[in-house]
């Protein structure tokens, strides 16, 4: 297994509404989006819940359910990928951060842990036969780690950079693991899935953002929806179709560069960059369409 630390300031290109949900709202160790499925969607730029042959039509299209399934697949695999993380990982990680903790950047573990690990699956994934459904392994693997590693720290600084590089190199250690353990249920999984948004399109409606099928049952759609209304999108009526685009003053981009020591160095409350400010700037529009 290569390790890869990110030595790079964040660099998030998404929806600004959840960067500032993430800045002002109360905090929950899981990335992820429980009431969604787990799933993590700071990047999404538009969410729809379909219904009828517009719904039907998009859950026969390929490469919809790599998201959802990697997600659930990961949890699955947790069981038989139990790997420690490697010293040389953590120490390495640990080290940057700290120097950064004496520079006063304040370390938050649920906020940059995914951010340190997901940088090493594009060369954990390099050469897979199937790059798409690779890195959504990968990057559910970083997910839920950091969700687990995360999920309470007790102290300052010292405290957060220890846990989210534990987090970050815990998931790269089990990466090989977990996508060959993944890959093995994966076909599987998407039919399943499939057959799920199938019978959606003739309920209440199948959910989608940016193309990839959400799976949550019927029954918890409306919490994923109130879900998605707490990170800054209007009230959504699930009886129709509608197109959610979220949006602000940087036009779904935010580049925030700057050096320092990888993104369990990153200060999510605007020591580094200006995240306070950006995420302010950033505030969601909705545009509504009903069919007619």
Partial sequence: MQYV????????????????????????????????????LETAGSCTIKGSVDCTANCDELGIYKKSCATQLHNVCREECTLLA?????????????????????????HNCFGECVGSCEASCEGATDQV????????????ECDVQCAVVDGGCVEHCIECCGGSCTAQANMDCQTTCQDEEFETCEYDLKVDCMA????????????????????DLTACVNALIAIGVEAIDLTVDVDVDVDGDSKGDIDIDGSGGGFCTFDPTGGAGGWGLAALLGLAWVRRRRHS
């Fill in 200 to 219: 959606q399109c003739s309920g209440e409606g199948a959910l989608f953002c940016d193309g990839e099928y959400i799976a949550v049952t019927e029954a």
């Fill in 5 to 40: 630390q990110n030595r790079s300031f964040l660099r998030l290109l998404g929806a600004p509404a959840l960067l500032a949900a993430t800045t002002l709202l109360p905090q929950t160790a899981a990335a992820g989006i429980p009431e969604c499925g787990g799933i993590r």
């Fill in 86 to 110: 490697d010293p040389m990982c953590t120490g390495g990680c640990t080290e940057s951060c700290l120097e950064s903790c004496d520079l006063g950047v304040n370390v938050i573990c649920q």
């Fill in 133 to 144: 459904q690779c890195m959504a392994s990968c990057e559910a693997t970083c997910d839920g």
